[in-house]
C-alpha cells in the first residue's frame, strides 16, 4: 500500500497536479489564466536580455520578500516605512521587471495572478536563464496587506555568524542544509565593496585583514577595494564566473575566496562545513547534478514560507501598493 500511494503522488508531481503543503498547487492558473507563465518569462526574458545583472536581483527580490511576513510581495509596496525601504533592502532591484509582468497579466487576467506568485516565478526564470536548473513552481500565493521596514531585521546580514544565520533560517522553517543550498545563489550575485572591505585592512581592529581570506584572493580584493575607493564599486560574488549559475561559488568558500564574511563562515562551522564541502568536494559532474537537484527543492521549500492563499490578502491590482 505504502508503495501504492508513493508511485500514485509521483504520477500527481508529473502531471501538474501536485498541490504544495501550504495549500499551493503546480498549474495553478492553468484554467485562470492559461499564459500566466509564459508572460513572466517572457518579462524576464527581455529585461535579462538587455541586462544579464537582473537575474540575481530578481533572485535577491523574492528571498527578502520571503524573510519577512512570509512570500507575500509584502517587499514590493512602496512607502517611507514600508518594507522595501528598510537599510536591509538597500539595492534591491528587479521591481520594474515584476511591475511591467503585472501590468500585462492585468490586460489579460484581472485581479486574478497574485505579486507574490510573478515573484516566485521571476526567480525561478532567472535561474534558469543563467544556466541553472529549472523547477515547478507551486502557486496560489496572495499578496500580502501589511508591509513594514521594521520587519525587515529578520534578513541575514553580510556580518552574521553562522550561529544567527542558522537562527535566522530556521525561524523560517529551513534548515542548516538549505541555509547553505540557497546561500549557493551567490554564484550570480554581486555586492558593494563597503559590505566587506572591513575585511580587507583592519579586521576587527587588529590591523590585519581577516585570515580566511586566501592571499591570492586578498590581493585581488584589495585592488578592486582600497582604501579610500567608491564604497558602491561592485564586486562579483563568485570571482571565477560571475554570471553563469554553476558550480564555482563553493569551491570558492573552501579555498578562502568567499567575500562576504556571511558566506566564508560556512566554511568554518562545523554546522555548515560538511555541505558545502558535499558541493564543493565531488568531481564536477556529480557535483553540478546534486547542486541543480537540492537546489529547486529549497527554493520551493522556501517560497512557501509564510504564504497567505484562500481567503487570506488579496490580489492586488499594482504591486507597489494595497488595494
Known sequence: MAALLFWFAALLLMRGCFVHGQGLQIGFYDSYCPGAEDIVRSTVERHYGNDATIA?????????????????????????SSERSAPQNFGLRGFEVIDEAKS?????????????????????????????????????????????ASGARALPSPADPVSVQRKKFADQGLSDHDLVTLVG?????QTDCQFFSY??????????????????????????????????RRV????????????????????????????????????????VQGYAGNVRGLFGL????????????????????GAQGEIRRRCSRIN
Open 236 to 275: 562579483a560574488l563568485d570571482a571565477g564566473s560571475p554570471g553563469a549559475f554553476d558550480l564555482s561559488f563553493f569551491k570558492n568558500v573552501r579555498d578562502g575566496g568567499g567575500v562576504l564574511e556571511s558566506d566564508q563562515r560556512l566554511w568554518g562551522d562545523a554546522a555548515t562545513r560538511g555541505v
Open 104 to 148: 500585462q497579466l492585468e490586460a489579460v487576467c484581472p485581479g486574478v495572478v497574485s505579486c507574490a506568485d510573478i515573484l516566485a516565478l521571476a526567480a525561478r526564470d532567472a535561474v534558469d536563464l543563467t544556466g541553472g536548473p529549472s523547477w515547478s513552481v507551486p502557486l496560489g500565493r496572495r499578496d500580502g496587506r501589511i508591509s513594514s
Open 290 to 309: 546534486r547542486f541543480a537537484y537540492e537546489f529547486p527543492r529549497a527554493m520551493v521549500r522556501m517560497s512557501g514560507v509564510g504564504v497567505k492563499t
Open 56 to 80: 540575481p536581483g530578481l533572485l535577491r527580490l523574492h528571498f527578502h520578500d520571503c524573510f519577512v511576513q512570509g512570500c507575500d510581495a509584502s517587499v514590493l509596496i512602496s512607502g517611507p
Open 199 to 232: 575585511r580587507l585592512f583592519n579586521f576587527t581592529a587588529t590591523g590585519n585583514a581577516d585570515p580566511s581570506i586566501s592571499e591570492a584572493f586578498l590581493a585581488q580584493l584589495r585592488a578592486l577595494c582600497p582604501p579610500g575607493g567608491d564604497p558602491a
Open 185 to 189: 545563489a551567490h554564484t550570480i550575485g
